[in-house]
Nanobody
């Protein structure tokens, strides 16, 4: 049983901060690249941030300088620190794990982030 479980979403005012967590079970976490995506109704999921198994990171232009992705392999957890939140950051945030060198990926169920103006 593979499971990715997000937590940390909620309601925050513009300019505030949230830290999301995604904990994986059933996989060798250190072998997986981990991503954060977000989605709003009627739109495709958008890549927000990714951290490869070797520690390299990448971010969407819209969040550079505000969001930070990190991972703790000992805890099987990837984090997304979100600062200076804006109303257009409102979305359901999902984590994804992808096995290096394999066409295997797993998705969490998502956590809602709502930023009020």
């Amino acid at each position: 049983q593979v499971q990715l479980v997000e937590s940390g979403g909620g309601l925050v005012q513009a300019g505030g901060a949230l830290k999301l967590s995604c904990t994986a079970t059933g996989i060798t976490f250190s072998d997986y690249d981990m991503d954060w995506y977000r989605q709003v109704p009627a739109k495709d999921r958008e890549m927000v941030a990714r951290i490869f198994s070797g520690g390299y990171t990448d971010y969407a232009d819209s969040v550079k300088g505000r969001f930070t992705i990190s991972r703790d392999n000992a805890k099987n957890t990837v984090f997304l620190q979100m600062n200076t939140l804006k109303p257009d950051d409102t979305a359901v945030y999902y984590c994804r794990g992808r096995r290096n060198g394999f066409r295997i990926e797993y998705w969490g169920q998502g956590t809602q982030v709502t930023v009020s103006s």
